[in-house]
């Protein structure tokens, strides 16, 4: 099943050991709808086809699936998940939107709060932000890397960094190996749009909430943040848990994108409701015949 609009979702992936140069890939493209209307059809289309598919991994039992969302702020990670994710069973859904590390999670290692928090068999798994910040913030903000405790022999390692990207990378592969399938989304805003964003936050009073001075602070390291994105990405976009790097300037062509890669990915599954056996059948329908017959 496709959507009404068709996405090629292989333009938007990073290829495994690529150098990455974040300035040549599109924030905008043409839109992949034709009006509000036709965008409204595809979006439809693909959250009824999501629901179902969901429905089957619930049933199949033998995969989970891991959604990671990693953007600047107001890039619309939470509008993604919402419209996109917006048919599936909230009993079969799981989000989690990770903020500034506790004490107790500075005392573990740097995957531990995240990966208490995997998706089980049968269920999706939403990290809006995750453990990617770790090579992304805290390589941009030092001090934040000082109050991780870590031994002075880890911190002045020459290739510091290599290690953490190693870490995900053989992380992410043992997932994959025990049925976990990971999806990784750069959602790629313009620093122009950006602008826009916030400025549409502040003037609108309901919105002043979703702005911090975080931001503004974030937003005065731009440069970096590309800098360090396009380091992560190059290193942690493996053919088992790729990056795509999500146009995100057009929010309806962003979730569009975004819901076509995560039905491929599980339509590649092969997923099927459990076989019942020729015997299980039979008791099925001598238990029928008695419910028929009202002797129950």
């Not at 496709?2 to 493209?29: G, S």
């Not at 629901?51 to 702020?73: E, G, P, S, V």
């Not at 848990?241 to 062509?253: E, G, I, L, T």
């Amino acid at each position: 099943m496709k959507h009404a609009v068709e996405v090629n979702v292989a333009d938007y992936q990073v290829e495994p050991r690529t150098r990455l140069d974040l300035a040549r890939w599109p924030t905008r493209i043409e839109p992949l709808y034709g009006s509000k209307k036709s965008y409204k059809k595809g979006l439809k289309a693909g959250t009824k086809h999501l629901k179902k598919l969901q429905r089957l991994l619930y049933a199949h039992n033998r995969y989970a699936l891991l959604l990671i969302f990693q953007a600047m702020d107001a890039a619309g990670k939470d509008g993604a998940i919402r419209h996109v994710m917006s048919g599936v069973n909230p009993q079969g859904c799981q989000v989690h939107s990770f903020k500034h590390p506790s004490a107790t999670e500075l005392d573990h290692d740097f995957l531990w709060r995240t990966h208490r928090a995997l998706p089980e068999r049968g269920r999706i798994g939403i990290f809006n932000r995750s453990y990617y910040e770790e090579v992304l913030i805290v390589r941009v903000q030092p001090e934040v890397l000082q109050a991780q405790n870590l031994p002075d022999s880890a911190l002045d390692e020459d290739d510091f960094w290599a290690g953490r990207y190693r870490s995900i990378v053989e992380s992410e592969a043992h997932l994959h190996r025990n049925g976990t399938r990971v999806i990784k989304f750069f959602l790629h805003l313009s620093r122009e749009e950006q602008r826009q964003r916030f400025l549409a936050r502040i003037d609108d009073t309901d919105k002043n909430w979703k702005f911090s001075d975080a931001d503004i602070e974030q937003r005065q390291s731009w440069d970096q943040y590309m800098t360090a994105y396009e380091a992560c990405l190059a290193a942690t976009s493996t053919a088992e848990a790729p990056w795509y790097v999500v146009p995100a300037d057009d929010k309806k062509n962003a979730r569009l994108i975004v819901s076509q890669i995560i039905l491929d990915t599980l339509s590649g599954l092969n997923l099927h409701y459990p076989p019942t056996s020729a015997a299980r059948r039979e008791d099925l329908l001598a238990i029928r015949r008695r419910l028929a017959d009202g002797d129950d």
